[in-house]
């Protein structure tokens, strides 16, 4: 029983990473533009800050991220460097937090979440919520926090001790097919 269900894991893990890997699919990436549609936009200059507020939409190729407020957050210019008017050069974006009825869709993959959040040094996406969920075809897996390490292939999918990790895995999903 214990090695169908690390089989079972372990083909839900292929198929969220072929999805990662199929360059357009993917999530976000630095050499596109992002555009970004909301009811209302508030800079923070000193926290090197733009949050978006309101029927937040964030494209990115075939990537959408829906979210209620997204906070885009930057590197801050260097000192030898003049400001101009490309603030929003994608290179220098550090982190994308997206908050309330976060809904991620990139090809085959769709996550749900309360909140979602990427860093991009280390290419590390965190869902969190009451029933965060990740989907690739029909299978799912739910759990309190999920986290998928692009760099290193891997996806954890943790509990918050009252409600435990659930996966549907669907043989149709075959990951050799992705």
């Known amino acids: 029983m214990a090695g169908a269900i690390g089989l079972l894991v372990f083909l839900l893990v292929s198929m969220a990473l072929a999805e990662e890997k199929t360059g357009s699919e993917s999530a976000y990436s630095p050499e596109k ?41 930057w590197h801050p210019s260097q000192p030898d460097t003049a400001d101009t008017a490309d603030t929003a050069d994608t290179n220098r974006i550090r982190q994308i937090v997206a908050t309330d009825n976060v809904e991620y869709t990139a090809g085959d993959r769709h996550a749900f979440a309360d909140k979602a959040v990427y860093t991009t040094a280390d290419e590390i996406l965190i869902l969190t919520g009451k029933k965060a969920k990740l ?44």
Do not use: C, Y
């Not at 200059?45 to 209620?68: P, R």
């Not at 999918?157 to 990951?175: C, H, I, M, W, Y």
């Open 135 to 178: 989907l690739t075809g029909t299978s799912w897996v739910t759990g309190t926090k999920i986290t998928l390490f692009r760099k290193q292939d891997r996806v954890l999918v943790e509990s918050d001790g009252k409600t435990r990790v659930q996966a549907l895995f669907n043989p149709e999903d075959n990951p050799a097919d992705q």
């Open 33 to 73: 533009p992002l555009h970004i549609t909301a009811d209302k936009m508030v800079a923070h200059q000193d926290e090197s800050m733009v949050e978006f507020i309101g029927n937040v939409n964030a494209t990115q190729d075939n990537m959408l991220l829906v979210a209620e407020s997204v906070k885009v957050f």
